[in-house]
C-alpha cells in the first residue's frame, strides 16, 4: 500500500548523519583546514632562517681534527677520542683531556716535555 501511495513527504525532511558524521562538527575535521598537516610558519620565514644557518655555518672557523681521533657521539659532539694515545680531545680549546674516573669528569691532560 505505502509504495502506491508514494514516499511520505514528512519522512524526508531531515537528514541523519551517521555516527562518525555526528560527531564531526561542522569545519573542525582537519582535511577542512587549508593547511592541514602545517606547522603555520610561513616558507619565506623557513627559507630565510635556513640560509642564515648555512651561512653561519659556512663562517665558522673549521677545526681540524687530530689523526686517529673519532667522534664520541655520532651527533654534533665536541668530544673526540683516540685508542691509541687513551686521550679525549675538546674540539673546542683544542686540549687534551683524560677520563678521571674518581670525580666523573675529564681533566686536562699535560704532555710530557
Not at 505505502?2 to 531531515?14: K, P, Y
Not at 610561513?42 to 686517529?68: N, T, Y
Not at 674516573?101 to 691532560?109: H, I, M, P, R, T
Given at each position: 500500500?505505502?509504495?502506491?501511495?508514494?514516499?511520505?513527504?514528512?519522512?524526508?525532511?531531515?537528514?541523519?548523519?551517521?555516527?562518525?558524521?555526528?560527531?564531526?562538527?561542522?569545519?573542525?575535521?582537519?582535511?577542512?583546514?587549508?593547511?592541514?598537516?602545517?606547522?603555520?610558519?610561513?616558507?619565506?620565514?623557513?627559507?630565510?632562517?635556513?640560509?642564515?644557518?648555512?651561512?653561519?655555518?659556512?663562517?665558522?672557523?673549521?677545526?681540524?681534527?687530530?689523526?686517529?681521533?673519532?667522534?664520541?657521539?655520532?651527533?654534533q659532539s665536541e668530544w673526540?677520542?683516540?685508542?691509541?694515545?687513551?686521550?679525549?680531545?675538546?674540539?673546542?680549546?683544542?686540549?687534551?683531556?683524560?677520563?678521571?674516573?674518581?670525580?666523573?669528569?675529564?681533566?686536562?691532560?699535560?704532555?710530557?716535555?
Open positions: 500500500i505505502r509504495s502506491a501511495l508514494g514516499v511520505d513527504r514528512n519522512l524526508c525532511n531531515e537528514v541523519v548523519p551517521t555516527g562518525a558524521q555526528a560527531c564531526e562538527k561542522l569545519g573542525k575535521h582537519w582535511v577542512d583546514k587549508p593547511n592541514a598537516g602545517y606547522s603555520g610558519t610561513p616558507m619565506w620565514k623557513l627559507a630565510l632562517e635556513r640560509a642564515q644557518r648555512e651561512q653561519q655555518e659556512a663562517s665558522a672557523p673549521s677545526v681540524k681534527i687530530p689523526e686517529g681521533f673519532k667522534p664520541v657521539d655520532k651527533g673526540y677520542y683516540s685508542e691509541k694515545r687513551q686521550v679525549f680531545w675538546r674540539s673546542s680549546d683544542g686540549q687534551m683531556y683524560v677520563w678521571d674516573a674518581d670525580v666523573q669528569k675529564y681533566a686536562l691532560s699535560h704532555e710530557a716535555q
